[in-house]
């Protein structure tokens, strides 16, 4: 088993005056996918909060949330982005919006490569200069996901990310996700109200049920050893 980079014990996922999760243990494992599955508004968002909070804020919850990374080696990409038809900026320069180095104008030549690199993983050279108001749904999620990466995370948090897409738009980013988990050694939250997916692309799910969590092994447990 590879290493943890994640471990949660006993927490209590609580909104003012009601605990959403209680006693919540489940543990993150470098390189793997892990789903978090659950109805509309059992807490899937709010958990996910908490890690960031508790990645940021080590002392705060160190008793239940332990990371083994630090917050800058964490990105999330958001369930809903405000790109409409007009949105004018290409493709390339959005992916490159989150490097933090702002004394400069144009980029250097590593970062130039790290860009080169990103697109061609993720399959977006064709519209690298397109507009990405004009991208399509499913081209849109990869630059997300390639917008991401440029800062090398360890751990990403897909809120969502194929919510919006068509079968097999859905299919083949969970494709990309998996293999850019097996290039990248990465780590990945999914949080998903697709069961299908789970099944086929999932190495762990966490369900929220009842307002507590299950953690299982997806790969030990599939019928027919799918990831044994
Ligand atoms: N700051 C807050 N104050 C009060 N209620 C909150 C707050 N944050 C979240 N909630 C409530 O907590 C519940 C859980 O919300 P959350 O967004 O975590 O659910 P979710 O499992 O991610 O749902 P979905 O699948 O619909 O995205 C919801 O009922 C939400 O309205």
């Known amino acids: 088993m590879s290493k943890k980079i994640l471990q949660v014990e006993q927490l209590n996922v609580t909104i003012p005056g009601k605990v959403l999760i209680h006693q919540l243990s489940f543990d993150v494992y470098s390189g793997t996918l892990l789903c978090l599955t659950g109805d509309n508004g059992v807490g899937k968002t709010t958990l996910i909060k908490y890690l960031l909070q508790a990645a940021k804020d080590t002392i705060s919850f160190q008793k239940e949330i332990r990371f083994n990374i630090n917050f800058d080696d964490i990105q999330l990409v958001p369930q809903f982005r405000d790109i409409d038809d007009e949105f004018p900026l290409s493709v390339k320069d959005f992916i490159v919006l989150n490097l933090t180095r702002q004394w400069l104008p144009w980029l250097i030549k590593s970062e130039n490569e790290q860009l080169q690199k990103i697109i061609n993983l ?23 996901l390639a917008q991401a990466l440029m800062t090398h995370p360890k751990l990403l948090i897909l809120d969502e990310s194929t919510s919006n897409l068509d079968y097999e738009s ?3 980013l969970l494709k990309l ?10 780590t ?28 299982s092994n997806l790969r030990l447990t599939t019928k027919g050893g799918k990831h044994a």
């Not at 993720?122 to 997300?144: C, H, M, P």
């Not at 990945?188 to 953690?215: A, C, K, R, S, W």
């Open 188 to 215: 990945v939250i999914f949080i998903t109200h697709d069961p299908e997916l789970v099944q086929m692309f999932g190495d762990f799910e966490l369900n929220i049920n009842n307002g507590h969590g299950e953690l």
């Open 177 to 186: 996700v998996k293999k850019i988990i097996a290039q990248e050694q990465l």
């Open 122 to 144: 993720t399959n977006l050279n064709d519209i690298k200069n397109r507009a990405l108001g004009r991208a399509s749904g499913g081209e849109k999620q990869r630059v997300y």
């Open 170 to 172: 859905r299919i083949d």
